[in-house]
């Protein structure tokens, strides 16, 4: 079965993307394979927020994020309520027809 969502990149332009939900990859790495500018300096451990993404449409669909996640995000300037780090979200079901958009990962 494929899933279905839409990406925003940091100009808003945004991409539909749909894969098979089946091929056990992060939000991260997907994007990263998408050739969105994605730094993932920690190669998704949740140590660096460089994936960090916001999410505009299923963010309850999403399992809660753990506290490492929660910690590193707390370090950024720009995090919201919808923040996500991608390499914590990983491809399955879940996102059918979630929107994410790309957020500078600049930390102060």
């Keep these: 079965m494929n899933i279905?969502?839409?990406v925003a990149d940091r100009t808003g332009q945004t991409q539909t993307l749909e894969l098979p939900d089946d091929i056990n990859l992060s939000l991260m790495e997907v994007l990263k394979a998408s050739d969105y500018p994605i730094?993932?300096?920690c190669g998704g451990m949740a140590l660096c927020a460089t994936?960090?993404?916001e999410v505009l449409?299923?963010?309850d669909q999403?399992?809660?994020p753990a506290d490492a996640e929660l910690d590193m995000l707390d370090?950024?300037?720009n995090a919201t309520p919808q923040s996500r780090l991608a390499?914590?979200?990983r491809l399955n079901e879940r996102l059918q027809d979630a929107a994410f958009a790309l957020m500078?990962?600049?930390l102060s």
Excluded: E, N, S, W
């Design 57 to 59: 449409k299923g963010a």
């Design 75 to 77: 370090t950024l300037p």
């Design 51 to 53: 994936c960090h993404v």
């Design 4 to 6: 279905t969502f839409t």
């Design 104 to 106: 500078d990962t600049t």
């Design 39 to 41: 730094a993932a300096t």
């Design 87 to 89: 390499c914590q979200i």
């Design 62 to 64: 999403l399992l809660a």
